[in-house]
């Protein structure tokens, strides 16, 4: 395909709107290259020289600006979220595949459901979140209304890749079991369910990557307070919040930046790890 | 025994498979039980076409129209820089890009889709802002602004759903065209193209759907005004902006009236989602 990206000016004479669309289509390419590389350059060449130790002392306070206490808030705010969402979405999945009818009125409305879910933008989970779990249930600005908040938000994600996973295991696996007196319980958890693990591994870094990066969602479920929080129904700001309180206010931009270093450094990583499953899936 | 542990799985991942049911119908109840009355008691249509929103004032005005069409505004500046270029790019992934480069430039993209939008929205307050200050006046933070920044974020969203669309499309048209002596530019763009508009409408339209429900990264560039914007260097409000701006400190029917826009935005996103759903539909019996 190579041969179709030379540009010569003897076909740009004999063809000049296929040369005008080539040069459409490259030009595009490059813009969309382009402004990812400049996003990237500009954030790293501004951030990595204030990435100072203070940056990363153990307690947060307005002179040093710590992003610890945000890290590890984010660390948390990632785990629930992911162990009360994976099995959820594992079973969820497991039982639109391997238990249910085809055809199935039930299957038809959670499938539904699950598209809708993943439509809302995380501003409305941010209101529901809010009025349920804050409100409604009383648990106040905290760590566990914004975990169960993000639960729901990547609910649909865990179960579309698990289900992805599970349709791609071939069905003589299923029945060699079976022919070997296994059960379905069996079956599912011991042949299947193993077979399909890079697959729904896929899927949760994904999730880590939406938790990650998720802002409006938690601002007022989660809430913006600066400390490592003593339990899970204390409030406590993740690194993109943390991000966007200190751009917000405008004293220390320098430190805005650096936080913005981490940050790309942690989606960056996720991005790799997740490459790196998908070409051993594909290879 | 063991027909009864069967029996219970069975029940357990019945029940898994509930819960997206249960939590969309959760949702549902909880925004329309606080959005409702609020919008009774300002009067339907005093809310949607109401031009002054003053919150704040005695007597308080609640109308939600600047922010309808600040979102608007924004969304249709987001797809007129985006899906050109969106598009485009998806032509080139699927029809001239070597393998070799493949590789190298799908994980890029990839990676657009994967950056945080406070990173995007920061970028946004530390580079496209200054420069539009500088080089088209006014403030900066304007629906300019904010559609470039939108433009950027919806490329991964229309280029993955585009891609494959292309993709899609059976080699015999390809091959065919190229066969009737058309160049590669002619028979991409004249037959494999016009075949895969299904899908590419469906990647425009979920675009559509990011960048209306797209909150940190626009409040930070937009300016957050609420009024009817008469030039796309002024500031403006969206409707997910006027909830994260407020909801902070708002209480009684200033809060049911923030709760009552979020109604709002979650029927736009669900009309939205039905016409994808549909499109995707129909691209799927095209196939």
């Given at each position: 395909?190579?041969?179709?990206?030379?540009?010569?000016?003897e076909t740009a004479r004999r063809y000049p709107l296929s040369f005008v669309l080539k040069v459409l289509v490259v030009g595009s390419a490059l813009l969309t290259l382009g402004a990812l590389f400049f996003l990237?350059?500009?954030?790293?060449?501004?951030?990595?020289?204030?990435?100072?130790?203070?940056?990363?002392?153990?307690?947060?306070?307005?002179?040093?600006?710590?992003?610890?206490?945000?890290?590890?808030?984010?660390?948390?705010?990632?785990?629930?979220?992911?162990?009360?969402?994976?099995?959820?979405?594992?079973?969820?999945?497991?039982?639109?595949?391997?238990?249910?009818?085809?055809?199935?009125?039930?299957?038809?409305?959670?499938?539904?459901?699950?598209?809708?879910?993943?439509?809302?933008?995380?501003?409305?989970?941010?209101?529901?979140?809010?009025?349920?779990?804050?409100?409604?249930?009383?648990?106040?600005?905290?760590?566990?209304?914004?975990?169960?908040?993000?639960?729901?938000?990547?609910?649909?994600?865990?179960?579309?890749?698990?289900?992805?996973?599970?349709?791609?295991?071939?069905?003589?696996?299923?029945?060699?079991?079976?022919?070997?007196?296994?059960?379905?319980?069996?079956?599912?958890?011991?042949?299947?369910?193993?077979?399909?693990?890079?697959?729904?591994?896929?899927?949760?870094?994904?999730?880590?990557?939406?938790?990650?990066?998720?802002?409006?969602?938690?601002?007022?479920?989660?809430?913006?307070?600066?400390?490592?929080?003593?339990?899970?129904?204390?409030?406590?700001?993740?690194?993109?919040?943390?991000?966007?309180?200190?751009?917000?206010?405008?004293?220390?931009?320098?430190?805005?930046?650096?936080?913005?270093?981490?940050?790309?450094?942690?989606?960056?990583?996720?991005?790799?790890?997740?490459?790196?499953?998908?070409?051993?899936?594909?290879? | 025994m063991t027909m009864q542990v069967e029996k219970l799985m069975h029940a357990v991942f019945f029940i898994a498979a509930l819960v997206s049911i249960i939590a969309v119908a959760l949702i549902c109840i909880f925004l329309f039980?606080?959005?409702?009355?609020?919008?009774?008691?300002?009067?339907?249509?005093?809310?949607?076409?109401?031009?002054?929103?003053?919150?704040?004032?005695?007597?308080?005005?609640?109308?939600?129209?600047?922010?309808?069409?600040?979102?608007?505004?924004?969304?249709?500046?987001?797809?007129?820089?985006?899906?050109?270029?969106?598009?485009?790019?998806?032509?080139?992934?699927?029809?001239?890009?070597?393998?070799?480069?493949?590789?190298?430039?799908?994980?890029?993209?990839?990676?657009?889709?994967?950056?945080?939008?406070?990173?995007?929205?920061?970028?946004?307050?530390?580079?496209?802002?200054?420069?539009?200050?500088?080089?088209?006046?006014?403030?900066?933070?304007?629906?300019?602004?904010?559609?470039?920044?939108?433009?950027?974020?919806?490329?991964?969203?229309?280029?993955?759903?585009?891609?494959?669309?292309?993709?899609?499309?059976?080699?015999?048209?390809?091959?065919?065209?190229?066969?009737?002596?058309?160049?590669?530019?002619?028979?991409?763009?004249?037959?494999?193209?016009?075949?895969?508009?299904?899908?590419?409408?469906?990647?425009?339209?979920?675009?559509?759907?990011?960048?209306?429900?797209?909150?940190?990264?626009?409040?930070?560039?937009?300016?957050?005004?609420?009024?009817?914007?008469?030039?796309?260097?002024?500031?403006?409000?969206?409707?997910?902006?006027?909830?994260?701006?407020?909801?902070?400190?708002?209480?009684?029917?200033?809060?049911?009236?923030?709760?009552?826009?979020?109604?709002?935005?979650?029927?736009?996103?669900?009309?939205?989602?039905?016409?994808?759903?549909?499109?995707?539909?129909?691209?799927?019996?095209?196939?």
């Open positions: 395909m190579g041969a179709r990206l030379k540009f010569s000016i990237l350059a500009y954030i790293i060449v501004n951030g990595v020289p204030h990435l100072k130790p203070s940056l990363f002392a153990w307690k947060y306070n307005t002179k040093n600006v710590s992003l610890v206490p945000a890290l590890l808030n984010t660390l948390i705010i990632v785990g629930i979220p992911l162990i009360v969402t994976v099995p959820l979405g594992v079973f969820s999945a497991i039982y639109l595949c391997e238990y249910a009818k085809k055809g199935s009125k039930v299957v038809e409305v959670v499938r539904i459901t699950a598209e809708t879910l993943s439509g809302i933008p995380s501003i409305v989970y941010g209101l529901f979140g809010l009025l349920f779990f804050v409100i409604y249930l009383r648990w106040g600005y905290s760590i566990l209304a914004g975990s169960m908040t993000l639960s729901i938000m990547i609910l649909p994600l865990i179960m579309r890749t698990a289900e992805e996973a599970l349709l791609s295991i071939p069905t003589s696996l299923r029945e060699a079991s079976f022919a070997l007196g296994a059960g379905k319980l069996r079956t599912v958890f011991r042949i299947v369910l193993p077979a399909a693990i890079p697959g729904i591994l896929s899927g949760v870094i994904l999730g880590i990557g939406r938790i990650v990066g998720e802002t409006a969602a938690l601002i007022y479920t989660a809430g913006t307070v600066p400390r490592i929080p003593g339990s899970v129904f204390s409030s406590g700001r993740t690194l993109a919040i943390h991000l966007y309180t200190l751009s917000s206010e405008g004293f220390h931009t320098n430190e805005a930046f650096a936080t913005a270093v981490v940050l790309l450094i942690i989606v960056l990583l996720i991005n790799a790890l997740s490459a790196g499953l998908a070409r051993r899936l594909g290879g | 039980a606080n959005g409702i009355p609020a919008m009774r008691e300002i009067g339907f249509l005093d809310f949607l076409l109401g031009q002054r929103w003053a919150p704040m004032n005695s007597p308080p005005s609640f109308g939600i129209f600047p922010m309808i069409v600040g979102s608007i505004y924004v969304t249709a500046g987001a797809i007129i820089i985006g899906v050109p270029v969106g598009v485009l790019t998806a032509i080139f992934l699927a029809k001239y890009c070597p393998a070799k480069l493949y590789r190298v430039v799908k994980p890029a993209i990839q990676l657009l889709a994967g950056i945080p939008s406070v990173v995007y929205g920061f970028f946004g307050l530390m580079v496209i802002v200054p420069f539009i200050r500088t080089y088209l006046g006014g403030s900066g933070y304007s629906i300019l602004s904010a559609s470039i920044l939108l433009g950027i974020m919806i490329l991964p969203t229309i280029i993955g759903v585009s891609e494959s669309a292309i993709r899609a499309v059976p080699r015999e048209y390809y091959e065919g065209a190229v066969a009737l002596g058309a160049t590669h530019e002619r028979a991409v763009f004249a037959t494999v193209v016009p075949a895969a508009t299904s899908g590419i409408l469906a990647s425009i339209i979920l675009g559509v759907g990011r960048a209306i429900g797209e909150t940190m990264a626009v409040v930070m560039v937009a300016g957050n005004q609420a009024r009817v914007p008469s030039s796309i260097l002024q500031g403006v409000r969206t409707m997910t902006t006027n909830v994260v701006l407020e909801m902070g400190y708002a209480y009684g029917l200033h809060r049911g009236s923030l709760i009552a826009t979020g109604v709002i935005l979650f029927v736009f996103i669900l009309m939205i989602n039905l016409l994808f759903s549909v499109l995707k539909r129909r691209t799927n019996y095209g196939s």
